[in-house]
Structure formats: structure tokens, C-alpha cells
């Protein structure tokens, strides 16, 4: 007999912490609420409760959306790739320059998103590499420095 429990579909339970908002459990999404309160457990699958107050709720979701609303700008950014040559490798073969294969950098269109790379850089200012890391006093200060 397996000495790991087996669920419904016949796969195995894992016990691996995920930064992203999903059950460590079961898998299944986490809501905001869960994730303040449980961490990386769902509703279901807690041991332990976090109590948390309405109103640093409320701050925390008015900040969510205000930085949200604050990079939704950065979507449009990008870039010339400076890996490739209008999104494919160059390589020369017999003293020719051929394009060889689609830039793996920007998949072949040869430019490059770059508002992700720009708010990591903004998370990386305010001591946070990850979002969920973040701390009320952190996103007022990532707020004021976007």
C-alpha cells in the first residue's frame, strides 16, 4: 500500500509552499482574504485562523487597486530586443549573415514588454521581491514612488 494519501483523481496531496495564490493542499485558488489569513492554506485545508481587521482589509484593497490602476500603463511598454535583429538570431555561416531562428528574448517579434521588468524594479525599491510580500507601509511607499 502507498503510504502518501490519494485523492479522488488519484493523485498525491503536496506539501510544497507556492508564492502564488494557490492551495499548498489542494491546489485550488486563493482569494485575498484567504491569503491574509491562511497564507498558502484555503478555507478547507487550514489548521489555524489569522484574524484580521475589516479595516486593514479595506486599506489593503484600496492600495491593490490604486497601484493596479497606477501600472496598468506599463502594459503598452517596450523596447527594440537587443538580442536579435527584428525578431530573429543572426549567425555567420560561409561569411554570410543568415537568420537563423526566432529570438528566444521576444519570441520573435523583436520587441521586448517592458513594464514588468519596470515594476519589479519599483518592488525591489520598496525591499519586496515578491507581491505577496508586501507590507501596508510598503505599498503607501511603492505607491509614492511610482
Not at 484580521?52 to 492600495?63: C, G, M, P, R
Not at 555561416?93 to 526566432?102: C, F, L
Request: aromatic letters at 10%; charged letters at 20%.
Amino acid at each position: 500500500m502507498n503510504s502518501q494519501p490519494e485523492t479522488v483523481e488519484g493523485l498525491t496531496p503536496r506539501n510544497i509552499e507556492e508564492p502564488a495564490s494557490r492551495c499548498a493542499v489542494c491546489g485550488s485558488g486563493l482569494n485575498y482574504i484567504e491569503n491574509i489569513l491562511y497564507g498558502n492554506r484555503c478555507n478547507f485545508c487550514s489548521p489555524s485562523v489569522k484574524n484580521i481587521s475589516f479595516l486593514k482589509f479595506i486599506v489593503n484593497a484600496v492600495l491593490d487597486f490604486l497601484i493596479y490602476r497606477k501600472t496598468l500603463a506599463w502594459k503598452s511598454l517596450t523596447e527594440d530586443c537587443p538580442d536579435c535583429n527584428n525578431g530573429f538570431v543572426t549567425q555567420i555561416i560561409n561569411r554570410e549573415e543568415k537568420d537563423v531562428q526566432a529570438c528566444t528574448s521576444c519570441c520573435g517579434t523583436g520587441a521586448r514588454s517592458v513594464g514588468r521588468l519596470k515594476f519589479l524594479g519599483y518592488l525591489g525599491a520598496v525591499g519586496a521581491s515578491y507581491w505577496e510580500e508586501l507590507t501596508i507601509k510598503q505599498k503607501f511607499e511603492l505607491l509614492r514612488s511610482i
